[in-house]
T-cell receptor, first 111, second 113 residues
Framework: QKEVEQNSGPLSVPEGAIASLNCTYS??????FFWYRQYSGKSPELIMS????GDKEDGRFTAQLNKASQYVSLLIRDSQPSDSATYLC???????????FGTGTKLQVIP | IAGITQAPTSQILAAGRRMTLRCTQDMRHNAMYWYRQDLGLGLRLIHY???????GKGEVPDGYSVSRANTDDFPLTLASAVPSQTSVYFCASSPSLGNTEAFFGQGTRLTVV
């Protein structure tokens, strides 16, 4: 079992719709969770971090964390073509522990 | 402009040759990382450093070495390159190890032939 699992996609959504990206992790003591966006041929950039159960909203992005189910998700409201990218889920035990990345989900927003 | 810089941006290397990928950051971050990214395998950690003078092995360290002589620089060396080391290499840094945002360099595309 991979430590961090994501559906590779591609996930296709129409412009203006809600895109839902999911991630599961195997390490029950994980404490820190991150979503990175990576455009084709570019480096990853952080868009959200979440540390507590529940929802965290930032503009059109909402991260959701459920530690009991070992599940973290990213919702993108009013999806735009510029949101088309690969989204990487990353997990850490926190403190001075390394971050482990999932393989990413490719999102395509269709105009 | 503050950030993290990698060099070269791309390189074609003959198998068996030695190669050093350079990485410099000016954000005074304590932690630095080297990842390789391969299709279908995602980002895999090669080596990391928690602070100047210390390094650690990641998920795929074999065939690679690093040093951290100061806060800013974290070079990655391939002692004798092999074709399986063909990949895109990303250097990253963060204020501390583990629970903070990581900033990535622009990547180095390495092809070993």
């Amino acid at each position: 079992q991979k430590e961090v699992e994501q559906n590779s996609g591609p996930l296709s959504v129409p412009e203006g719709a809600i895109a839902s990206l999911n991630c599961t992790y195997s390490d029950r003591v994980s404490q820190s969770f991150f979503w990175y966006r990576q455009y084709s041929g570019k480096s990853p950039e952080l868009i959200m971090s979440i540390y507590s159960n529940g929802d965290k909203e930032d503009g059109r992005f909402t991260a959701q964390l459920n530690k009991a189910s070992q599940y973290v998700s990213l919702l993108i409201r009013d999806s735009q073509p510029s949101d088309s990218a690969t989204y990487l889920c990353a997990v850490s035990r926190g403190g001075y522990q390394k971050v482990t990345f999932g393989t990413g989900t490719k999102l395509q927003v269709i105009p | 402009i503050a950030g993290i810089t990698q060099a070269p941006t791309s390189q074609i290397l003959a198998a068996g040759r030695r190669m050093t990928l350079r990485c410099t950051q000016d954000m005074r971050h304590n932690a630095m990382y080297w990842y390789r990214q391969d299709l279908g395998l995602g980002l895999r950690l090669i080596h990391y450093s928690n602070t100047a003078g210390t390094t650690g092995k990641g998920e795929v360290p074999d065939g690679y070495s690093v040093s951290r002589a100061n806060t800013d620089d974290f070079p990655l060396t391939l002692a004798s390159a092999v074709p399986s080391q063909t990949s895109v290499y990303f250097c990253a840094s963060s204020p501390s190890l583990g629970n903070t945002e990581a900033f990535f360099g622009q990547g180095t595309r390495l092809t070993v032939v």
